[in-house]
């Protein structure tokens, strides 16, 4: 499984744009990248995955260059609920593919 | 989206007693949920897989005879936390894939937090 490498924390103000970046160098061919938003004693979930270019929905967007050894998510205009930690994950589509977790962003919006 | 349930939420225990945790897929079948355990600001960390009809597969490091997993049925995984000690006390979490029509996605259930006195 690739591992992947991400910031520890970000800071932001309520109602900017957050880029977290994420670099996975050893990604494999057939890799999808996943990311996840956990808040304080819940279960991550799910919020944006992709495989190439740009994804976007109704919460966030994902930027994946053409090498796709790093990959960007971007939360539009943030508020204080988006207070989280960010996890980027790295794997196959295989119904049985293990989801391992890498250290995540805690993100930590202001007002 | 697919919905996995967990049961309970909470749970206090005395030391040396086990506890049983559930986790449910509620509108999909699961042949595979895996198993997290995450402490305060720590990522989750795998502890195993949970195969329908077979046995588990526990990463290293994971003690089986300690946490006991059976998955009898589709929709259910259970985790049992055998003679539990301080230590034990974490943050317990199930997953189980589903294919939403567009991708397949990692669902979580809400965690099970475990205090053991």
């Known amino acids: 499984l690739a591992k992947t490498t991400q910031p520890i924390s970000m800071d932001s103000y309520e109602g900017q744009e957050v880029n977290i970046t994420c670099s996975h160098n050893?990604?494999?061919?057939?890799?999808?990248i996943t990311w996840y938003q956990q808040f304080p004693s819940q279960g991550p979930r799910f919020i944006i995955q992709?495989?190439?270019t740009k994804v976007t929905n109704e919460v966030a967007s994902l930027f994946i260059p053409a090498d796709r050894k790093s990959s960007t998510l971007s939360l539009p205009r943030v508020s204080l609920s988006d207070t989280a930690v960010y996890y980027c994950?790295?794997?196959?589509?295989?119904?049985?593919?293990?989801?391992?977790f890498g250290a995540g962003t805690r993100l930590f919006v202001k007002a | 989206g697919a919905v996995v349930s967990q049961h309970p939420s909470r749970v206090i225990c005395k030391s040396g007693t086990s506890v049983k945790i559930e986790c449910r897929s509620l509108?999909?079948?699961?042949?595979?949920m895996f198993w997290y355990r995450q402490f305060p600001k720590q990522s989750l960390m795998l502890m195993a897989t949970?195969?329908?009809?077979?046995?588990?597969?526990?990463e290293q490091g994971v003690e089986k005879d300690k946490f006991l997993i059976n998955h009898a049925s589709l929709t259910l995984s259970t985790l049992t936390v055998t003679s539990a000690h301080p230590e034990d006390s974490s943050f317990y979490i199930c997953?189980?894939?589903?294919?939403?029509?567009?991708?397949?996605?990692?669902?979580f259930g809400q965690g099970t937090r475990l205090t053991v006195v």
């Open positions: 992709g495989y190439k």
């Open positions: 997953s189980a894939r589903a294919w939403t029509g567009q991708n397949t996605e990692a669902f």
């Open positions: 509108d999909f079948q699961a042949t595979t």
């Open positions: 050893n990604i494999a061919t057939n890799d999808y």
């Open positions: 949970s195969n329908e009809g077979s046995k588990a597969t526990y």
């Open positions: 994950l790295v794997g196959d589509q295989a119904g049985g593919f293990k989801t391992i």
